[in-house]
């Protein structure tokens, strides 16, 4: 059935003037027109639903890049992950799937599961069995033996390992490939933040695996030799890109920057809805160091586009929008972010010409907030709608 949607303010794309008046006409998921409102009305079948939301704005759905649906986002993800059986950790992972809406997500990417569930729940949601965002599947991501999250599953040692795990994760339906080219924070048992955990073989054969199968490649590195190698690799974006060296130093490298930039890397720092507590942990000067890092990048004319690492502790699946406002306060302008989240995102996940944007032949992604969002983020607080590839879920705003 028809769905056609009128509205005061129209953002096509963040970057673009908006259109003021506007309707929007749903019909198989898929949007079929745009534009005037009378125009556009006369276009939809006589029993098309009609939805007026007048005062507010329609504008992309949001795509937060990074996000691991396994992990529940309480103070022990890793625990109770640990005591959950498949079915109980699905029926978590779809819930959580569905906070995303509330939050106006309609694209996310899960960089990390175990036995490939994300993926499974990925083709649940395809078949309308459940209501979530369009889901980007890593399943399980390749570590090193007691490596960063090695828990998941995914160790392997040495080049014929890592090729044989790709190719299964390949089997089990993943989108993309994630490997672990540095340490992490969450497993303090393995190699330090700032320590690759591969050799620049190892990187190579993980990403020519890939490439081959046609899968993407995201590495997570924090320490700037890690990142290095991962250029070098051939990776297709950065997770975290910390530019650390031993002992938490900062260590950003322009000749390295520029390689990301001229080999088209996108860089997804995977900072949550809890950046301004994790800053005042930090202290002062190394969360200046924190942002200025995230300037110079932007400087650099490095890609960015935004993930929360929602699962993690303190990372919440329904709110997108205090991360946003992460690159507010180091000085990114609104239209900017909100491209980063939208068009920029759709781009860097190979989903240009599908999402991102609102055109005609695009799929039906989009949120309603009241208020304009480029005026003030906070708008997309006031969710009043999502539309998730032609499905709806309505949000009181005053909640
Ligand atoms: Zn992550």
Request: aromatic share 6%.
């Amino acid at each position: 059935m028809d769905l056609l949607l009128s509205v005061g303010r129209v953002l096509s794309s963040p970057k673009d003037d908006p259109i003021l008046d506007c309707a929007i006409l749903i019909r198989d998921k898929i949007i079929t027109a745009i534009g005037p409102r009378s125009d556009v009305a006369a276009l939809a079948s006589p029993d098309a639903a009609r939805l007026n939301y007048l005062s507010s704005t329609a504008l992309p759905g949001l795509i937060n890049a990074h996000v691991h649906l396994a992990f529940d986002a309480g103070p022990d993800p890793i625990t109770t992950l640990a005591s959950s059986d498949d079915d109980s950790l699905l029926t978590g992972m779809a819930t959580r799937a569905r906070y995303l809406l509330q939050a106006g997500v309609t694209t996310t990417r899960d960089l990390g599961d175990v036995g490939g569930l994300a993926a499974r729940l990925r083709d649940e949601i395809n078949a309308g069995r459940q209501h979530g965002p369009r889901i980007l599947a890593a399943t399980i991501p390749l570590t090193i033996p007691g490596g960063h999250c090695h828990f998941l599953g995914g160790e392997v040692d040495g080049e014929n390992e890592i090729r044989a795990m790709v190719r299964r994760n390949a089997s089990r339906g993943a989108d993309l490939i994630k490997v672990m080219a540095s340490g992490g924070q969450f497993t303090p048992t393995g190699p330090a933040m700032w320590e690759s955990q591969f050799s620049a073989a190892e990187l190579c054969a993980a990403v020519d695996e890939a490439h081959r199968l046609g899968l993407p490649v995201a590495a997570h590195a924090h320490g700037t030799d890690a990142i290095a190698t991962a250029v070098a690799a051939g990776v297709d974006t950065i997770e975290h890109c910390t530019w650390l060296t031993e002992g938490f130093r900062s260590d950003p490298r322009e000749d390295i920057a520029t390689q990301i930039v001229a080999r088209g890397i996108f860089v997804c720092i995977g900072l949550g809805p809890g950046w301004r507590a994790f800053a005042e942990r930090l202290g002062p000067e190394r969360a200046e160091t924190m942002f200025n890092r995230l300037r110079w990048m932007r400087d650099q004319g490095i890609r960015l586009i935004i993930g929360t690492d929602a699962g993690l502790p303190g990372s919440a699946f329904n709110d997108f929008v205090s991360a946003l406002e992460l690159y507010e306060y180091v000085g990114f302008n609104r239209s900017q972010i909100l491209e980063m989240a939208t068009t920029g995102a759709a781009n860097a996940l190979g989903l240009s010409g599908r999402t991102g944007r609102l055109a005609i032949g695009y799929d039906a992604d989009l949120i309603v907030v009241d208020g304009d969002p480029v005026a003030e983020l906070n708008a997309l607080r006031k969710l009043q709608m999502t539309v998730a590839r032609g499905r709806t879920s309505f949000f009181n705003p005053n909640r």
